[in-house]
């Protein structure tokens, strides 16, 4: 029986490409913090060779693992949180403007991630400059 893998994730594309084979036009680059709880990989698609041999459009995708999210453990969460923001930090680096699009479904649990995490999003584009200022809202 002829099984196509289908995923939407960049580095599940990469490990059913060859894995740890060097690919043109992508680059990876994976870090584990410390206690290795958390471990971190980025894919860059840099040119067109990347975007066909990984069969992904140019540019930075980021998946961030734990072997521990099932566990009720806040340490691991306040760790994953840090490391999401960090990366966060980095993509948006310069950026004025972000959209923040939380896509999914809040009525789904496996699929709610999206509208839960925009809900937590404060906007203050709209806020005037000198009011932002004044409240701390600012940068």
């Given at each position: 029986m002829n099984?196509?893998?289908r995923t939407d994730l960049a580095i599940e594309l990469r490990e059913s490409a060859g894995g740890n084979t060097e690919m043109e036009g992508v680059r990876v680059k994976t870090v584990v913090n410390e206690d290795k709880s958390i471990r971190t990989t980025t894919i860059d698609v840099i040119n067109e060779a990347?975007?066909?041999?990984?069969?992904?459009?140019?540019?930075?995708?980021?998946?961030?693992?734990?072997?521990?999210?099932?566990?009720?453990?806040?340490t691991i969460n306040e760790q994953l949180k840090d490391e999401l923001g960090e990366r966060l930090r980095l993509l948006t680096e310069g950026c004025d403007n972000i959209l923040v699009v939380g896509l999914g479904n809040e009525h789904i649990t496996p699929d709610a991630l999206g509208p839960r995490a925009a809900h937590q999003v404060l906007a203050t584009r709209h806020i005037p400059a000198q009011l932002a200022e004044q409240t701390g809202l600012s940068g």
């Open positions: 099984r196509e893998i990347g975007e066909k041999n990984l069969k992904k459009a140019k540019g930075r995708y980021i998946t961030i693992e734990s072997r521990h999210l099932k566990e009720p453990d806040e």
